[in-house]
Structures are given as C-alpha cells and as structure tokens.
C-alpha cells in the first residue's frame, strides 16, 4: 500500500461543508443521515435561545419533532454541521466560548438507541465536546451513618486540587448545617421530575422517602475543572451509573456491625428516631446489596476511620507510590469569529475568513475525531485539536498535538 497523499489548503474548496452561509438559512443547517433529514437550528436571526431540531423522514414524507435529551449549547451566533460516523452531527458554534464551541448532536448511537426503545418519538441527544480525557469517577456508596462523607471530606481536604464533589440534587430538606449548590442541590420535586424526562440525569433513586439523583452536569462540571469526581450515592444509583456509560470506580463502605451503625446515627444527631429507624431498615438490604451484587470493585469496613481512610487511599493510588499533582486542566478552542468548517476523513478543518474580502486565508485549526470517547448523556471527550502550519499549507505529517 503506498502512503496517503498529502491534503492541501487547495483540496478544502471542494470537500463538503454545511453551514455558516452554505446551505444554512439564519442559523440552520440540514443533515442527511439515511433516509432523515436532520434540520437544527432556529429560523429566525434573533434569538439563538429557541434552538430546535426537526427531522424530515424522506421515506415516510413527513415532519417529526424528536424529543431532545441533554442540555443544548448556550445561545451563539451561528454553526457548521457535520456529520460524522453516520450516528452523530457535530456542531461548531461561532460567537461562544472556547470552551463551549464544540457540540454533538447524537441521532444514532447506542445512547440514542437504548433511549427509542419504548419510545414513540424519535429521539436525539446533546453532548458536549471537550478536549483530551478525565481521570475516572469515584463512586462510594453505603448504608446511611458508615461515614462516607466523613471520608469524602477527609478526602477533600487532603487533596483540594485533585478531587470534586458531584454536587447532588435532592428533594429532602437541608439540615442544619448543610448549603444548596454546596452540599446538595435542594429541589422541587416537580422540577427534578421535569429534568430526569429531559434526560439531565446521569441517575437517580429513591431513598429513604426522598428523591436524590446526579446531573450530569454535576459530574461534567468536575471533570472539566480538571478533578477526577466524586459521587456519594445509594447502592440503586451505583447500579444505574455502572448501566450507563460512564467508566467509574466502585466503592462499598461497610460497618462493622449494625449496632456501630445504629450508635453512630444516633451520635450524628442529625435525624430523628422515625428516621434513623427507617435509615437502619434500608441498611439491611443495602449492605447485602452492595456485598453480593457484583456492582462494586472494592468493600472497605469502616470499623477504625483511621485505617479504613489509608485503604481508601491505598485504592486511588495515593499512598505515596503514585504522583498527586493534580492533571492541568483541558483548554478550550479558540476559534476566530469568522470561519469555514471542511471534512477530510477523520479531521475536521477549520479556515479562517477574513471579514474584508470573504477569502478563506491559510490559518487552519484542525480537529482529529478519530479518538472520541463517552458522549450522551455525559460528555464527548478525546477531541485532538491542533494548528497547521499556515506555511506549507499542508496537514499530512506536520500537525502539533495538543
Ligand atoms: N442514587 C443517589 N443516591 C444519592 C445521591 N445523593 C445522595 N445519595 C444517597 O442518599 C442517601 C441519603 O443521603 P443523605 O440524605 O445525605 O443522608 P446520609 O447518607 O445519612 O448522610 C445516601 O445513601 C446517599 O449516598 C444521588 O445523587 N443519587
Ligand atoms: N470509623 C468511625 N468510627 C466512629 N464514628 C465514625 C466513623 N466514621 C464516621 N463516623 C461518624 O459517624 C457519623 C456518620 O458519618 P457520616 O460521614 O455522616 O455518614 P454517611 O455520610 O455515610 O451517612 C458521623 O458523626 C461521623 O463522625
């Protein structure tokens, strides 16, 4: 087989390209993929707000309006649309931030189709693009009073820079002590309802009489801060999160009786009896849960808090034999305001224009697709974004990873 040939600036003019004055009318673009019609965006120059997505079902000659999971990009001035693996349309948004340019569309992934399933609509949805990856969440559940936060917070401490909270949404109210945005997110039920059909949970359970779930904007907003996640959730929400697709690591924190359990409820002082007996019903079921169901990776007791936080150390690599600085965290794209988006196989380019004569100049971003990871509902991430050389013009061989 002979090498690849070299693409050159002049081979973009006639690849394809939609959007940003192409094939857009005000900010919308239209996507074939099989026999739909993807069409995103809004019809009208004022308000980028009210971006929407209609399909157009060629077979069937009709209109459908999908139902849209995920949170969708932040109102910007316009996009190009490609598609890409014929399962998802990425976005490139012009007048957002760096961090907020890059955008997919899912209408044929795996997410996307678990989703239809039972569905009468169609479905799609959004995740984010972000560059490079995020270390792997912690999840760390256990009956209520074994001392998870009291871990988590030792944790937190000694590590400030290297780990984050996901930050919960609970329809239970604060405790004394406890801060919304800070502790958890405390909800309306009826609001929290909306948001799990809107697809912003990660997952969600019931417990104790209350709902509690994680958004998945609570998990992205850690990892894209560069802190390898935190989650505290009961053993039904660990077994939803180990169903997703997010890649984790599973932890189960045990007492060492349920006597210890009952004495240190009691101690917290932060329930009342009704309460800590319904806490100590449910800790039965938990703990036979968590030690046989085969969702977690590791049990750690929690008789001396001492040792059981060495272990805890012991598990994440920080006992001293692994580095603890923490990974800088991932750079946005900083896109010019005016430019063309191209595709050659697996590079997305991008050519700025000069605003003066409309002429595409030599200054190219490229963005390598080959290597995505994760997606719905969580974020898209592994996106390799560099600069050619406005020199020689030429991608093939002389890119600078990021
Ligand atoms: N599934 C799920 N469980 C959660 C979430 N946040 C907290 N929990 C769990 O809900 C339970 C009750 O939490 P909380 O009201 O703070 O009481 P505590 O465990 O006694 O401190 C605990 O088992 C938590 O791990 C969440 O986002 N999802
Ligand atoms: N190993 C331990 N021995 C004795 N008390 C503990 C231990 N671990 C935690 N505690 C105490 O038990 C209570 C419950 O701990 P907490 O972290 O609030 O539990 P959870 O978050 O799992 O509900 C707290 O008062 C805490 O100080």
Same mark, same amino acid.
């Given at each position: 087989m002979g090498e690849a040939p070299a693409l050159c600036v002049e081979d973009?003019?006639?690849?394809?390209?939609n959007g940003f004055g192409l094939r857009s009318k005000g900010f919308e673009t239209s996507t074939d993929v099989g026999d739909k019609t993807f069409v995103i965006g809004c019809n009208n120059n004022d308000s980028t707000s009210s971006l929407?997505?209609?399909?157009?079902d060629k077979s069937g000659r009709k209109w459908v309006i999908p139902t849209v999971l995920g949170t969708k990009p932040k109102p910007y001035e316009g996009h190009s649309a490609v598609l890409l693996n014929e399962d998802?349309?990425?976005i490139i948004t012009r007048g957002s931030t760096p961090d907020d340019c890059i955008w997919f569309l899912e209408v044929d992934t795996e997410y996307v189709k678990q989703q239809k399933e039972g569905s009468e609509t169609e479905v799609v949805a959004w995740s984010k693009g972000v560059r490079g990856d995020a270390e792997k969440p912690v999840v760390i559940s256990g009956p209520s009073g074994v001392g998870k936060g009291t871990l988590i917070n030792m944790l937190m401490k000694e590590f400030p820079s290297m780990f984050g909270f996901s930050v919960s949404h609970t329809t239970r109210a604060p405790r004394g002590t406890e801060k919304n945005g800070v502790h958890y997110h405390f909800t309306e039920r009826s609001v929290m309802e909306?948001?799990?059909?809107?697809?912003k949970f990660l997952e969600f359970a019931s417990v104790h009489g209350?709902?509690?779930?994680?958004?998945?904007?609570?998990v992205e907003a850690v990892a894209d801060s560069g802190k390898r996640c935190i989650l505290d959730i009961d053993v039904q929400g660990a077994k939803s999160v180990r169903a997703s697709s997010l890649d984790a690591v599973f932890i189960f924190i045990s007492p060492p009786s349920m006597s210890e359990l009952e004495e240190r409820l009691r101690l917290r002082g932060t329930e009342t009896e009704e309460q800590i007996q319904k806490r100590l019903r449910n800790a039965k079921a938990e703990i036979e849960q968590g030690k046989s169901s085969g969702i977690f990776d590791h049990i750690l007791c929690?008789?001396?808090?001492?040792?059981?936080?060495? &272990? $805890?150390?012991?598990?994440?690599g920080l006992d001293g034999s692994a580095p603890i600085n923490p990974k800088p965290s991932p750079n946005g794209i900083d896109l010019p305001p005016n430019h063309s988006v191209s595709k050659i196989d697996n590079?997305?380019?991008?050519?700025?224009?000069t605003p003066e004569s409309g002429n595409a100049?030599? &200054? $190219?971003i490229v963005l390598e697709v080959s290597l995505l990871k994760g997606g719905a509902p969580g974020r898209t991430r592994g996106l390799n974004v560099y600069n050619v050389d406005p020199v020689s013009n030429c991608l093939n061989g002389i890119h600078k990873p990021s």
């Open positions: 973009l003019k006639v690849r394809f390209s929407e997505v209609h399909i157009y998802r349309i990425m909306k948001d799990i059909k809107d697809g209350n709902l509690y779930g994680t958004s998945i904007e609570a929690n008789d001396n808090l001492e040792k059981c936080y060495e &272990n $805890l150390k012991k598990l994440l590079k997305i380019i991008i050519q700025h224009e100049s030599n &200054n $190219l």
